[in-house]
């Protein structure tokens, strides 16, 4: 079955950084587009980044670009989520999901805060 394991978050201060990693099984990852989503407190869920399977293609919401960066290792499979300068507002739980396919993982929690 498909399984997506999200690692990686945690808690930091204003301006740190965090790397996240979605290690992915279950179904063929290297021709699977991948997006990192995010939900903050009483928000929806929303889109945060996308990358195409080739990894070659990359999309960002406006609200991370600049600082967050989408990557993927198809022999490992698994896409990380590098995320720079990051502010309170960037507090949430972090979650991967490939293109076409309705799995989600069980999501890591960034918090970023003093």
């Known amino acids: 079955q498909v399984q997506l394991v999200e690692s990686g978050g945690g808690l930091v201060q204003p301006g740190g950084s965090l790397r996240l990693s979605c290690g992915a099984s279950?179904?063929?990852?290297?021709?699977?587009?991948m997006n990192w989503y995010r939900q903050a407190p009483g928000k929806e869920r929303e889109l945060v980044a996308t990358?195409?399977?080739?990894?070659?293609?990359?999309t960002y919401a406006d609200s991370v670009k600049g600082r967050f960066n989408i990557s993927r290792d198809n022999v490992k499979n698994t896409v990380y989520l590098q995320m720079n300068s990051l502010s309170p507002e960037n507090t949430a739980v972090y979650y991967c999901?490939?293109?076409?396919?309705?799995?989600w993982g069980q999501g890591t929690q960034v918090t970023v805060s003093s």
């Open positions: 999901k490939p293109d076409r396919l309705e799995y």
């Open positions: 279950g179904f063929i990852f290297s021709i699977n587009g």
């Open positions: 990358i195409n399977a080739g990894g070659n293609g990359v």
